[in-house]
C-alpha cells in the first residue's frame, strides 16, 4: 500500500507564524500536491510539484510556498499565517497522468 | 482551467434504494475521471475511476458512466448501506502537459438512513 503521511494532524497557530506543513511518500511517486478542504468548497489546489525542485501553483496559490528538495518529501509553508488559512490541508501523490491520487489524513490547520 | 460542478450537495435515501450523483467537466481534453468516498474524519479513497475511452464501469453495487459529448459523468450506487455514508468526490484530471492534476467538484454529502 502506498503510504503518504503527514506530519501533524492536527495544528494551533498565531497569526503572522511561519507555518510548515510536512507530506512523505513511501512510492516513489513523481507527482504529489497540496489541497485545502473547506466546506462546500471542495478539495482545491494550492500547488504541485513533478518532480524533485520543480513546482508549479494550482488554483489558489496566494500565501503559499512550496518546498520539494527530495522526491519523497513535499512540504508547504505558510509565509505569514492568518485566520482565513485555518482550513483542512490534504496532501496526495500519483504517479502519472491518468492515475488517482493517494491522499494522507491531512492536517487541519487553526490560526488564532 | 477545467471546472467541475457537481449535484446534488446533499442526497438522504433509504437503505436498499438506489443513490446518483452527477458531475460535469468543462475541458473537453479531460479524459481520467475518479471518484472519491470520504467517511468522516478520515481521508479521501478511491473508490472508482474511469478513462475516456470507456463509456462505463462497474465494481459490485457501484457503477460510473461517462458521456463525453455531453461532458458529464455519473456515480451510481446500488442497494445503499448505511456504511456507504461519507461524502463523495468527483474529479477530472486538466488536459495537456497537468501531471496528473485533477479539479474535483463541491462534494455530495450521502445519508443512508437504516
Known amino acids: 500500500d502506498v503510504k503518504v503521511t503527514q506530519s501533524s494532524r492536527y495544528l494551533v497557530k498565531r497569526t503572522g507564524e511561519k507555518v510548515f506543513l510536512e507530506c512523505v511518500q513511501d512510492?516513489?511517486?513523481?507527482?504529489m500536491f497540496w489541497y485545502r478542504q473547506d466546506p462546500g468548497l471542495g478539495l482545491r489546489l494550492i500547488y504541485f510539484?513533478?518532480?524533485?525542485?520543480?513546482?508549479e501553483k494550482g488554483d489558489i496559490p496566494e500565501g503559499y510556498s512550496v518546498s520539494r528538495e527530495k522526491k519523497e518529501r513535499f512540504s508547504l509553508i505558510l509565509e505569514s499565517a492568518s485566520t482565513n488559512q485555518t482550513s483542512m490541508y490534504l496532501c496526495?501523490?500519483?504517479?502519472?497522468?491518468?492515475?488517482?491520487?493517494?491522499f494522507g489524513s491531512g492536517t487541519r490547520l487553526t490560526v488564532v | 482551467g477545467e471546472n467541475v460542478e457537481q449535484h446534488p450537495s446533499t442526497l438522504s435515501v433509504q437503505e436498499g434504494d438506489s443513490a446518483v450523483i452527477k458531475c460535469t467537466y468543462s475541458?473537453?481534453?479531460?479524459?481520467?475521471f475518479p471518484w472519491y468516498k470520504q467517511e468522516l474524519g478520515k481521508r479521501p479513497q478511491l473508490i472508482i475511476d474511469i478513462r475516456s475511452n470507456v463509456g462505463e464501469k462497474k465494481d459490485q453495487r457501484i457503477a460510473v458512466t461517462l458521456n463525453k459529448t455531453a461532458k458529464h459523468f455519473s456515480l451510481h450506487i446500488t442497494e445503499t448501506q448505511p456504511e456507504d455514508s461519507a461524502v463523495y468526490f468527483c474529479?477530472?484530471?486538466?488536459?495537456?502537459?497537468?501531471?496528473?492534476?485533477?479539479?474535483f467538484g463541491q462534494g455530495t454529502i450521502l445519508t443512508v438512513h437504516p
Open positions: 475541458d473537453s481534453a479531460s479524459n481520467y
Open positions: 512510492m516513489d511517486h513523481e507527482n
Open positions: 474529479a477530472a484530471n486538466a488536459g495537456g502537459t497537468s501531471y496528473g492534476k485533477l479539479t
Open positions: 510539484s513533478y518532480d524533485v525542485k520543480m513546482k
Open positions: 496526495a501523490s500519483s504517479i502519472g497522468h491518468n492515475y488517482g491520487y493517494t
